[in-house]
């Protein structure tokens, strides 16, 4: 919901082959989020942009990178994904304005690295 | 770093009974959000409440309501009268104040609640 996608929904490769995930909105908003969801974790954050070309890291970013070239894109890549890297990925993004924002989450992507 | 602590990892409830969620939480903040997500199999993350610490009101949304105790670092989630419906794992959340920067989320590792007839 919120206008917001992720492509593809679902996906198995091999350890050793790259991977990008695509987060597509469609409201214009500045921030995006990258989150990991896996048993006994909850969901832990990846990488975050706050504007186009503008990024930082999260909680949890060793082997990923993330890139928005667009606003209404961003994605995730795992240069080289390995087993640990099984999850499932949610995208998030703020709705609203200042102390009232809050985050809306897209429908995830299930990836299995093999 | 703020942590958040969901001790319960399932809980089960009657259907039209009431449930309690607990959430802990610690941060040396003053000033912060608390959220409560809900996650059917769907998988969808669904917001389902938010109380700001500055704010002594606990929150209410229809059958959802929070027992925030900003002292004691606690903020539950009771839903009322239960549906089947209401089967989901259930996120607590925190957020420092926005200041300018990404509001990043923490989350809690979650409560799975069942709902029975």
């Known amino acids: 919901d919120a206008g917001i996608t992720q492509s593809p929904r679902h996906k198995v490769t091999e350890t050793g082959t790259p991977v990008t995930l695509r987060c597509h909105q469609t409201e214009n908003h500045r921030y995006m989020y990258w989150y990991r969801q896996d048993p006994g974790h909850g969901l832990r954050l990846i990488h975050y942009s706050y504007g186009v070309k503008d990024t930082d890291k999260g909680e949890v970013s060793d082997g990923y990178s993330v890139s928005r070239s667009k606003t209404e894109d961003f994605l995730l890549t795992l240069e080289s994904a390995t087993s640990s890297q099984t999850s499932v990925y949610f995208c998030a993004i703020n709705r609203g304005a200042g102390g009232r924002n809050e985050q809306f989450f897209g429908p995830g992507t299930r990836l299995t690295v093999l | 770093a703020q942590t958040v602590t969901q001790s319960q990892p399932e809980m089960s409830v009657q259907e039209a009974e009431t449930v309690t969620l607990s959430c802990t939480y610690d941060t040396s903040e003053s000033d912060y959000y608390l959220f409560w997500y809900k996650q059917p199999p769907s998988r969808q993350m669904i917001l389902v409440i938010r109380?700001?610490?500055?704010?002594?009101q606990n929150a209410t949304e229809n059958r959802f309501s929070v027992n925030f105790q900003k002292a004691a670092k606690s903020f539950s989630l009771k839903i009322s009268d239960s549906q089947l419906g209401d089967a989901a794992m259930y996120f607590c959340?925190?957020?420092?104040?926005?200041?300018?920067?990404?509001?990043?989320?923490?989350f809690g590792t979650g409560t799975r609640l069942q709902v029975t007839l």
């Open positions: 109380q700001e610490a500055y704010k002594q």
């Open positions: 959340a925190y957020r420092s104040p926005n200041t300018g920067t990404a509001s990043k989320l923490t």
